[in-house]
């Protein structure tokens, strides 16, 4: 069985792990501060929160996106990152999106209008989906992709398990400016200043604040994790290599195709012990979106043909050619 994702965690992420369980502090401590100093090729204003989903709804607020706003964000994309919005009350504008599933950029720009808050950019399967500059600010979705991002005056980050590094769940904050990272770092703890040196009785809250916080715990093993990032990259490149240099086509982690009659390609995969995925489904079909399928071109012509195969750690070169060879033979 070669499945469509599969975590990675180091035996020295298990060991650090372990080494916290066993001292006085779980909670957001030391191992939080300087899991947050190793992210700092992130940006510089960067902290660390219990999810990706957690980053986005920190990013949201900060900007104060409200009922009468509108935000235009890519239709395919995790629910994750259009749910915040709907119970913020702003009217979601729908993009469309190119061949590789991120955010159309021209269809994006022709949808901006005066009410335009922001624009959500999803960074998809490891891609980095390269944001214009514009005079509305930009919100980064990067949960599927680790590096530095530009022209986003938000970039949220995570760090669950079928990501490149995990600490099976968590996530990240990267604010443009510091005046947004100090309110940050207020909001992800119920809105009490932790670092005033007073009791959290004696601390005053002028702002209500979430429980977003990472633990002590998860941080030690995102610490772990990072060192071997490296290996992880370069791996997966080689996973990437030799899909492309046999099928002919360019794409991330899980690897993307798009082919006619998926369906049965997606059983013959099955009856030889290889999981394929569909992973996301277009935003616009789901009721508490909407419910109704829009005039997406690009979406439209794409929704039936995507399909994404396995390209993780625990593959290999080998393991990718005979999917290849099954793929090749199909028909």
């Known amino acids: 069985m070669i499945p469509l994702f599969y975590p990675y965690v180091s035996k020295s992420a298990i060991n650090a792990v372990i080494k916290t369980l066993k001292t006085h502090w779980l909670g ?33 607020h900060l900007l104060d996106l409200k009922p009468g706003d509108e935000v235009i964000t890519p239709v395919f994309t995790c629910t994750a990152t259009n749910l915040p919005l709907v119970r913020r009350g702003v009217k979601i504008v729908f993009a469309d999106v190119k061949d590789n599933l991120l955010i159309d950029w021209e269809d994006a720009k022709r949808k901006i209008t005066p009410k335009t808050k922001t624009i959500i950019n999803v960074h998809l399967f490891g891609l980095c989906s390269k944001a214009p500059r514009l005079d509305i600010p930009i919100i980064g979705d990067a949960a599927q992709y680790l590096g530095k991002t530009e022209n986003e005056v938000f970039t949220a980050y995570s760090f669950q398990a079928t990501k490149i590094i995990t600490t099976v769940d968590g996530g990240a904050l990267v604010c443009k ?28 809250i002028i ?34 290599k030799k899909y492309k240099e046999i099928l002919g086509v360019n794409s991330g982690s899980p690897f993307l195709i798009h082919t006619p009659n998926r369906d049965k390609l997606r059983e013959k995969l099955a009856s030889h012990g290889i999981e394929t995925g569909l992973v996301y489904r277009r935003n616009d079909v789901y009721s508490v979106f909407g419910g109704k399928r829009q005039d997406l071109p690009n979406m439209n012509k794409l929704e039936n043909t995507y399909l994404f195969l396995p390209c993780h750690n625990n593959m290999s070169t080998k393991d990718v050619s005979q999917i290849c060879d099954i793929i090749n033979n199909y028909g």
């Open 28 to 60: 957001q401590g030391p191992r939080v501060e300087e899991f947050e100093k190793k992210l700092s090729f992130l940006g510089k204003y960067v902290l660390t929160l219990n999810s990706g989903t957690s980053a986005l709804e920190l990013a949201y």
């Open 177 to 204: 400016n510091k005046e947004d990272y100090k309110r940050a770092k207020l909001l992800r703890w119920y809105g009490i200043d932790r670092e005033t040196g007073k009791d959290n009785v004696e601390a005053d």
């Open 207 to 240: 702002e209500a604040g979430y429980k977003y916080h990472m633990n002590d715990v998860t941080a030690s093993m995102g610490i772990a994790a990072l060192n071997s990032l490296q290996q992880l990259e370069e791996h997966r490149e080689k996973l990437q």
